[in-house]
């Protein structure tokens, strides 16, 4: 932080400038896209220096100060907007005892009582996931909306029904009750994600918070569903009636009503038993199974809430007590390369184990080339590191500085096969070039692809797939199918017996006639995952069928014509199927087994199987919603036209396509008949 004191208004004023953009393109940066890059601490940081500036320069304060906004505006996220029936708040935070005690002087004041009368206390876990408002209307849930900027969040009710710690209706509670709280991922549960993300070739995120958020704020509920995402209860918002006199009482019954809440929630006499509860959280911190960053004071009765009321963007009777960042420095005791399934190489620290913050720490990720050369790593250098967000530790600064030691040069040829390692134009990842004939790279694909969310192979777990790669059995996924050959020589060997063996080949037989869409999962193309997978199949019925899309000239614009389905995702496929060993592997694949045709949970129309192109501007409806309407009556929408199409929907301005419709002799019709198309199925 500046010295405030020292500033002269000039500076001051170009500070708050600079402060206001920057805490803006931060909570964009969290709230928007859940990728943040400066740590909770870091924000608090200058969040408290912009404050501090404008207290010290109140004449200065700004028409976009961030003082004055609560959270990030809702953006664009597809979902529908919803203004809150009361404001969702935030809450001012202290990162001392000093402070936590200073709060309650200040209520004393506020609310003239004598210094040393009690003021009850309520304590809990400060829970680090996304806020979310439940709304009850006669015990039925009606709507559930994120926070927002406080005042308008967005309507995520039909993600949060798919929780199952969210009941869908509640007994006894009043006509009408929002129930307050935070929506979050446990650290098991997020690291299995990460896993699965990573075979998939998704997006991996940060930190159990981001991964909650990300999950939560979906178009398709069928991805929340996925996520296993969990709720606990801290506070209500409109009620129609008192659910008690006490905040401890209110939430014991929010929690008759079969809602969680946190059995970590105490009621406190004295400011010395609230920091005492403070460090008991603490202490447990490393233990419970999601993650926290503070614990949260509330004053008790809820006449005195009341009487307390509201600055600006937080309640006067709520205190966020924040831990201290958990940092540690050590000891960088080697650097190792992991080959994923994408063949990218993924640098590993090793370091001399270190506790932080409870837990002890032996490896960092180093995330890529990029990482080790902005740190300056070097093996044996000492490092200050971090638990961000709990849970992958990180390495925040080279503490070394002298440069005697041979400098890191990142390898460029993969350490399991021997193949050069390049990282493409405009990319940060190195990847491996050896493709199938890199061990670790078809290890890694042939666990994906028998894993639970792919062919769902009982019994082929990672141990057997590395002992029938050793035997040369497995090669790649259609050898699967051929182990049947080798019954004889692995019964007997050590750990197989008769009937594991028996069990092991018919769980594979069961496989032949396999869902497509959870095969073409399992092919494990960059950037689809299982619900892209699905997404695809019921555009196009079939692998063979995608694969003629993917080779075609109109590709890259078929494919992206997919709900769901963007550049970037086109473009992998494309590669995909461009690779002759991909389509070699894939022919021998069907010869021994054959995916059963995907059955669509899409209502039987006259329209489906149908393809249909959009072109020409829409003038009631955006093209997304059309070609989401296409696909709920079982058609496909396409993005170029040819003898396939059976139906061209056009608007005003529509050119080539139109003409060539016309040339083909395909039915066109203008956006009100396809409305009425739409109305009558
Ligand atoms: S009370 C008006 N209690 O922290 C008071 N908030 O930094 C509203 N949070 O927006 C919040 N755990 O999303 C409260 N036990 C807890 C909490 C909690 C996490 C979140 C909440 C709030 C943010 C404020």
Known sequence: MSE????????????????????ARHDKLYHDRDAPEITDAEYDALVRENRALEEAFPHLVRADSPSKRLGAVPVASGLAKVTHARP???????????????????????????????????????IDGLSCSLRYENGQLVLAATRGDGAVGEDVTANVRTISDIPQEIAAAPAVLEVRGEVYMAKSDFAALNERQEAAGSKIFANPRNAAAGSLRQKDPAVTSARPLRFLAHGWGEASEPLAGTQYEAMKRIAGFGIPVSDLLVRTATVEDALAHYDRIEHERAELPFDIDGVVYKVDRLDLQERLGFVARAPRWGLAHKFPAEKAETTLEAIDIQVGRTGKLTPVGRLTPVGVGGVIVQNVTLHNRDEIARL????????????????????????????????????????????????????????????????????????????????????LGEKSLVEFLELGWLKGPADIWRLKDHRGQLIGREGWKEKSVDNLLAAIESRKGFDPARFLFGLGIRHVGAVTAKDLMRAFGSVEELERVARSD?????????????????????????????REELAELFELARPATFVSNARETEWTGKTIVFTGSLETMSRDEAKAQAERLGARAAGSVSAKTDLVVAGPGAGSKLKKAEELGIRVIGEADWAKIVAEA
């Open 376 to 459: 300056g790593l070097r093996v044996g250098d000492r490092v200050r590191i971090q638990r961000a967000g709990d849970v992958i530790p990180q390495v925040i600064e080279n503490l070394t500085r002298d440069t005697l030691r041979a400098s890191y040069d990142f390898p460029d040829h993969c350490p399991m096969c021997g193949s050069e390692a390049v990282a493409e134009e405009g990319e940060v990842d190195v990847r491996c070039t050896g493709g199938l004939i890199c061990p670790a790279q078809r290890l890694e694909r042939l666990k994906h692809f028998v894993s639970r969310g792919a062919m769902d192979i009982d019994g």
């Open 554 to 582: 109109d590709a890259i614009a078929e494919l992206s014509a997919v709900e769901g389905v963007g550049g970037v995702v086109a473009e992998a496929i494309v590669d995909f199927f461009h690779e002759t060993h991909n």
């Open 4 to 23: 405030v004191g020292n500033l002269g208004e000039a500076e001051a004023a170009n500070r708050l400038m600079r402060l206001a953009k920057d805490i």
């Open 88 to 126: 969702m708040l935030s809450l001012e935070n202290a990162f001392s005892a000093d402070e936590v005690t200073e709060f309650v002087a200040r209520i004393r004041r506020f609310l003239s009582l004598a210094p040393d009368t009690e003021v009850a206390l309520t304590g809990e876990p400060k």
